[in-house]
């Protein structure tokens, strides 16, 4: 278990740099498992309906997972605060409470999924080429979702704890199930989007057994049995109150990028295909500031329980410093070399043409990120979890939907569609910036 009082004395850089960099690793490392599936599809199954299908499958399986880790990170800020105020007892029976709650509520996602399937799809308005094996995708994943949530709730707990390298552990775990499992029944057996899904619940499954095998040799700085485990009502409720405001922040900024698959999909397999291939970029190009968004919630948690506010707030601008170092070389990266980092995923020319165009316009939220995922880690370890969902609503519903259905009206490329999500980022630290100086 790390120094519990590295996050509440003595410099600040050192522990946060020393704590973000597995959080770092373990995004990597999951955001290689999520595009191996695309790699992997986009290099052996050969046809566009096939990458557009593991592409529309993983958003949409993103929407119960963002309801998930959204109230996990109400569990990871509340065992934060324990463990800062050194109440580690208390901090024991929440994560017995959390693993009861999140359990139901992988048993209820799955059967929701499951039901809702067909309707979801067609809102989504899958291309008819890629229909059947988007379908085939989501259904594998969803009888997963019970390993899927448990990964989520593992990390969560250890990131409010203080440990960072557990869950690099885990999913780096996952990472290489996943790798093998794709190449064997995607590259030598030829089961398509079918066999991605089943390499990535494989994954999930193999990384929790051997998660649970290595936390029962792992000392915790409480006392943790199965009699832990039990559903208790106060403290089911305080990680509601600061995790739902959270989660429904998460779905519907999902729910934004949902909208804007759709109205990409309208445009045709190629530039679905396209858009899906630029998403996975993404995600890796935004690795540095989620990362420094996560580990400011557990620092600033742990700060405000032991009653040290100032600290905490000069941790956000040494985050917003070292994030901003990376972004600019992100920004850079992905403006001038989309066609070279989207043909990574793909051998298509078309697609990747697609996939360049859209990071070109995305590019500039490399930039704005950097101070808007610090902002709202900070303000989620101080327990304003309401403003965060505020301002992430305001940003999805009020400036990067409309933009994006008029960039396709007015202007209909993907440069100008990825333009997007950079002003809904900048709309977002502007309400940032107003709340943090009005309630310093």
């Not at 109400?74 to 359990?103: H, P």
């Not at 039901?115 to 229909?131: D, K, S, T």
């Not at 996943?178 to 619940?201: E, K, Q, S």
């Amino acid at each position: 278990m790390q120094n519990k009082n590295q996050f509440t004395e003595g410099p600040i850089l050192k522990p946060l740099v020393r704590f973000t960099l597995p959080i770092i690793l373990a995004l990597l490392l999951q955001a290689m498992y999520g595009a191996v599936d695309l790699l992997v599809v986009g290099q052996f199954a050969g046809d566009p309906g096939s990458v557009s299908a593991v592409s529309t499958g993983s958003t949409m399986m993103n929407l119960p997972m963002m309801i998930i880790f959204g109230l996990t990170m109400g569990a990871t800020v509340l065992i934060g605060r324990k463990i800062g105020e050194k109440n580690y007892q208390e901090a024991g029976d929440i994560i017995g409470a959390s693993v009861a709650l999140f359990a139901s509520a992988a048993l209820l996602f799955t059967a929701l999924m499951l039901i809702f399937l067909h309707p979801f799809a067609q809102i989504m308005r899958v291309p008819p080429e890629a229909y059947d094996s988007t379908i085939r995708y989501v259904t594998i994943c969803a009888w997963g979702t019970i390993f899927i949530v448990a990964y989520n709730v593992l990390s969560g707990i250890f990131r409010g704890l203080g440990n960072s390298t557990l869950p690099l552990v885990f999913v780096a775990i996952a990472c290489a199930v996943n790798i093998a499992g794709d190449l064997l029944l995607v590259a030598v057996f030829h089961l398509g989007a079918a066999g991605a899904a089943i390499a990535t619940v494989l994954a999930q499954a193999v990384s929790v057994a051997l998660s649970l095998v290595i936390i029962a040799r792992t000392d915790l700085p409480f006392r943790f049995r199965k009699s832990s485990i039990r559903f208790n009502g106060a403290y089911i409720a305080q990680i509601m109150r600061l995790g739902s405001p959270i989660a429904l922040q998460d779905v519907l900024t999902n729910l934004s990028f949902l909208v804007v698959n759709a109205i990409i999909n309208n445009m045709g397999v190629v530039t679905s295909a396209g858009y899906g291939i630029a998403q996975k970029v993404t995600g890796f190009i935004l690795l540095i500031p989620s990362a420094f968004g996560s580990s400011m919630s557990a620092f600033v948690a742990q700060n405000i329980g032991a009653r040290k506010p100032e600290r905490a707030k000069r941790a956000l601008f040494t985050g917003m410093s070292c994030a901003l170092a990376v972004g600019v070389f992100m920004f850079l990266l992905s403006f001038f070399n989309g066609t070279g980092l989207s043909a990574i995923f793909t051998q298509d020319p078309a697609v990747i043409a697609a996939s360049a165009e859209y990071l070109k316009g995305f590019s500039f939220d490399c930039l704005m990120t950097c101070m808007l995922f610090c902002f709202t880690g900070y303000f989620n370890g101080c327990g304003s979890t309401m403003f965060v969902m505020a301002q992430g609503l305001v940003g999805a519903l009020l400036v990067r939907m409309p933009v994006a259905y008029l960039m396709s009206v007015f202007h209909p490329t993907l440069f100008a569609i990825g333009l997007a999500t950079p002003l809904a980022s900048l709309v977002s630290i502007i309400l940032c910036t107003i709340y943090y100086r009005r309630k310093r």
